[in-house]
């Protein structure tokens, strides 16, 4: 059964910046393409970045180009989303998401497997 954990969310004030991380339980992590998305209550769930398999192709949304960086380790099997010059509306709880080794995507619907979220609060 595919994991995936994220970690390093918190309280931080406008302007700082954050690392995510997501780690996941299994090898095939390296041939994932890898997403990361967001959502507030009652609000669907937003795309942020996204990264290819192999690591050569990324998209993000353009709340954020600029301001946040996807990556991936894959040795450690793990996916980092470092975000810098945090603003009140980036506050959401985060989600990394996996899908195979195809295309990046910004539809939530592609992904095929999730983490459970970390929160990351912004105060202006």
């Known amino acids: 059964q595919v994991q995936l954990v994220e970690s390093g969310g918190g309280l931080v004030q406008a302007g700082d910046s954050l690392r995510l991380s997501c780690v996941a339980n299994?090898?095939?992590?390296?041939?994932?393409?890898m997403g990361w998305f967001r959502q507030v209550p009652g609000k669907e769930r937003d795309f942020v970045a996204a990264?290819?398999?192999?690591?050569?192709?990324?998209q993000y949304a353009d709340a954020v180009k600029g301001r946040f960086t996807i990556s991936r380790d894959n040795n450690k099997k793990t996916l980092y989303l470092d975000m810098n010059s945090l603003k009140s509306e980036d506050t959401a709880v985060y989600h990394c998401?996996?899908?195979?080794?195809?295309?990046?995507?910004?539809?939530?619907?592609?992904?095929?497997?999730w983490g459970q979220g970390t929160q990351v609060t912004v105060s202006s």
């Open positions: 998401a996996a899908r195979g080794p195809i295309p990046v995507s910004d539809q939530a619907a592609e992904y095929n497997w």
């Open positions: 299994q090898r095939a992590f390296a041939s994932w393409t």
């Open positions: 990264l290819s398999w192999y690591g050569g192709t990324t």
